[in-house]
């Protein structure tokens, strides 16, 4: 096929970058890790002082530099990213132009203006309300303003990865229907498409508020809306980062989806599902019914966690499969230990997916239970489960991708395969032992968001046990680990990009080629006779089992407290 | 054929699901529905829910109603700001005032006994922490929420604040004594 539009193919992978998507898909990934190098600093200050012993910096800089860590790693280093991966998702593996390039600059440029616009709110100290900006708390104007900046920026981007998806169906770049990745990626972007408009439905007004215009919010109504963005939001990232995971399991193993069927409904459920899950964060506030909080928690979030264990067994059930048809069929684990973990790009996925899984998923759904929630609300429990999450599991597999991404979208050799090697390691178990920590340390009543719990100078004073003390310290240098892992990650990155070796980019041309249905397979997935995956099974029943003990671990220590009613 | 290509088949959704998967769905499914029923079960037989008992009110009202109570039932003072300690009977309704940056009087319960605990701030969001039992709930301005305790420990608890509420938001501590008679 021949267009007007320049292409070139990656002479490495085959892929299809079309030029004018190229240099958004970098720019935006670019932004993303100077958003991330900016909080990864911010966590290192913050770290060494919640680690009691250390106590770095002073009340105030602790709460200002914790509002803007929080939103320049949830929101800015995690949607520049995602915003190069819609762009990638489309453009790249449809093999498609991208649409309307221009306006994708604008929103770029939305997103920049709306970053520095909240920031500087926050670091003139006229904006420490921290990311959730709990009316009545009050914050300058323009840190509402520049969030609403930049969701309108990655709203602009979202609709343009909508339009090309049609620009790619209208102009057949592609047989069949989209890949697996992309339906991923879709499932994210109509996500954010919701959550961003609730977004915008509560900081508009709070804006508006912030500026005199409005006299008072309610500050239920505003939890309310605001965790429909808040919690939703983080569905963006869970669809974006397993969508990552099926791409690498396919770039590193050409790992085919177990079944089609499955993979894709389970990200059909995230999207009917995932948003009512939002009411997990109000389940100790007053003023909202136990039948409403029951049901939004329980019909609402199982089926999305559902949804999350079913991707749990696929991927890695994809990718025993694809190891047992190269030969590695010995006994039930040959496979994984045999699977290339030199490679960041693996190692990275495989410590994402297990630490999202064991440690996220499990704490997640533990508080999205309605009484248990009371027993670790605000607590260092929260930031302990979604550094799980969000770090563990979202960073790490963005991480991943890099790894790939560098030869063949920046057309760099990454630097320092050394290190590379073992930047997944230490971040993944840096992070999975501070998420550990502060889980800890939560379940001893540690607060979250907490400059001393000495209480040094109030008049009546809490006493802490000791073991919460050694949790701190724990948290303490397992973060700085991670910190190193993640400073390693940065370095790697950036270094790969400005000295990294060059490699042949292929030349741009107006020639591009169809991404052709593949023709080998008749209608079946892998039989449905045997059990392609025993492996994958064990792993999965080892999961649940620690599912369930931790669960009823904290029933019987629920029963324990005061009886309330 | 691998998941950056287009599926196989067009028809996607009707390629067969392999043994394995559909044994994990089913397990996890099962699992899903026992954590449902867990929630229903425990408001019916267990002896820790959250009650959704809230009223709008005025600070000024909530203000009196806990002075009001101070005055009946306080039996002395502590620290240097002369902070009220009150023992009020089983059954009252209970005050508990959240502010910029304190909890305000110091409450002191019955062991086994039964009280209704009003909680709201009189500015912005505070967190209700008690400590070393760990029951947290979520203060807000405007909406009083009762809370039917009864505490099953004698001792000296802590109350922390755990929602940021401003720069004095880590000095929000205060005591509340459990005696047993
Ligand atoms: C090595 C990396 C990191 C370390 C050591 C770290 C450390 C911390 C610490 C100590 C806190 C304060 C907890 C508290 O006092 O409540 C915190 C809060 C937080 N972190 Fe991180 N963090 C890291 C990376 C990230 C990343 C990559 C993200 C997002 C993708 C993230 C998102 C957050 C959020 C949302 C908060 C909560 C802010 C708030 O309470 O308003 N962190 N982090
Ligand atoms: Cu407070
Ligand atoms: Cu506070």
Redesign the pocket.
């Known amino acids: 096929m021949a267009g007007t539009e320049l292409f070139r193919t990656d002479p490495r992978t085959g892929l299809q970058y079309h030029k004018s998507a190229e240099l958004l898909i970098k720019a935006n990934a670019v932004a993303a890790v100077v958003a ?1 190098l900016v ?2 600093i911010i ?2 200050l ?2 060494l002082t ?1 680690w009691q012993a250390v106590h770095l910096l002073n009340a105030d800089n602790f709460y200002l530099l ?2 803007a ?2 939103l320049d ?2 929101v800015i ?2 949607i520049f990213f995602e915003i190069a991966i819609l762009y990638f998702c489309s453009s790249t593996l449809l093999r498609s132009r991208l649409a309307t390039p221009r306006l994708a600059w604008l929103a770029f440029a939305l997103m920049v203006i709306g970053t520095v616009t909240f920031n500087a709110a926050i670091f003139t100290g006229n904006a420490t309300v ?3 900006s709990y009316v009545p708390l009050p914050g300058h104007p323009a840190f509402y303003l520049g969030l609403i900046l930049f969701a309108v920026g990655a709203l602009i981007g979202c609709f343009i990865f909508l339009g090309t998806l049609v620009v790619a169906r209208a102009e057949k770049t592609y047989e069949g229907s989209i890949p697996l990745v992309t339906f991923g990626a879709l499932t994210a972007c109509i996500i954010a498409i919701f959550t961003i408009a609730s977004g915008a439905i509560i900081l508009i007004p709070t804006f508006l508020w912030s500026a005199g215009y409005v006299k008072s919010i309610d500050p239920l109504m505003y939890r309310t809306i605001w965790w429909a963005f808040g919690h939703s939001s983080q569905q963006i990232n869970v669809s974006a980062h397993v969508a990552v995971w099926y791409a690498i399991a396919a770039i590193v193993f050409a790992a085919k989806p177990m079944s089609e069927r499955v993979s894709r409904t389970a990200f059909v459920l995230y999207i009917l599902f995932l948003q009512l899950a939002s009411a997990h964060h109000l389940l100790a506030d007053p003023g909202l019914s136990t039948e409403w909080k029951v049901f939004n928690t329980s019909y609402a979030m199982y089926l999305a966690v559902l949804a999350s264990m079913i991707h749990g067994l696929t991927v890695p059930g994809s990718i025993e499969v694809a190891q047992r048809a190269k030969g590695l069929t010995k006994g039930l684990f040959e496979w994984i230990r045999k699977a290339p973990w030199g490679n960041p790009t693996f190692s990275g996925m495989f410590i994402s997916l297990l630490v999202f899984g064991f440690l996220g998923g499990i704490s997640g759904v533990m508080m999205g239970t309605e009484q248990l929630n009371m027993i670790i609300h605000n607590t ?1 429990y929260v ?1 302990g489960h ?2 799980a999450t ?2 563990g599991g ?2 790490l597999a963005f991480m991943a991708l890099t790894y790939f991404l560098i030869p063949s979208l920046f057309n760099r050799e990454v630097i320092m395969p050394g290190l590379a090697k073992w930047q997944p390691y230490l ?1 993944g178990i ?2 999975g032992v ?1 998420s550990l920590a ?1 889980m800890g340390a939560g379940t001893l009543g540690v607060p ?3 400059w001393d719990i000495t209480f040094a100078g109030a008049s009546l004073p809490y006493e802490y046990p000791g073991t919460a003390y050694l949790m701190l310290a724990i ?1 303490g240098v397992s ?2 680990v ?2 190193v ?2 400073a390693a990650y940065i370095l790697i990155t950036v270094g790969s990009l400005l000295w990294g070796k060059r490699l042949a980019a292929g030349a741009y041309g107006r020639e591009t080629t169809v991404l052709r249905m593949p023709v080998d397979t008749a209608l079946t997935g892998h039989g449905t006779g045997g059990f392609v995956a025993p492996g994958t099974f064990v792993f999965a029943m080892v999961f649940l089992t620690a599912f369930i003990l931790y669960y009823f671990v904290n029933w019987k220590y629920l029963s324990t407290v005061w009886g309330l009613s | 054929m691998s998941a950056i290509q287009p599926p196989a088949q067009r028809i996607w959704w009707k390629q067969p699901l392999d043994k394995v998967e559909l044994v994990w769905i089913v397990i996890a499914f099962a699992w899903c529905l026992v954590m449902f029923f867990m929630m229903p079960y425990w408001h019916v037989f267990g002896k820790q829910n959250l009650s959704s008992e809230t009223y709008r009110a005025r600070p000024e009202m909530f203000a009196r109603a806990a002075e009001e109570m101070v005055a009946k039932w306080k039996v002395r003072e502590e620290t240097e700001a002369k902070i009220p300690v009150v023992a009020p009977p089983a059954g009252a309704d209970v005050y508990l005032i959240a502010r910029l940056w304190d909890w305000w009087p110091i409450l002191e319960l019955e062991e086994g006994k039964t009280y209704r605990l009003n909680l709201m701030s009189m500015d912005y969001q505070h967190g209700f922490s008690l400590q070393p039992e760990n029951i947290n709930v979520q203060v807000l301005p405007g909406y009083q929420h009762v809370v039917t305790v009864t505490p099953n420990r004698a001792g000296t608890y802590g109350i922390v604040c755990n929602e ?1 509420c401003g720069a004095g938001h880590h000095k929000m501590v205060s005591k509340l004594y459990v005696v047993k008679k």
Do not use: E, N, Q, S
């Open positions: 991330l909080g990864g966590a290192l913050i770290t919640r914790l509002t860590h929080g790693m949830l280093w995690v921290m990311m959730t260092t930031p979604f550094h969000v770090v979202t960073t971040f840096g992070m501070f502060l979250r968001r907490h948290m973060g700085v991670a910190i892992g993640g | 940021f």
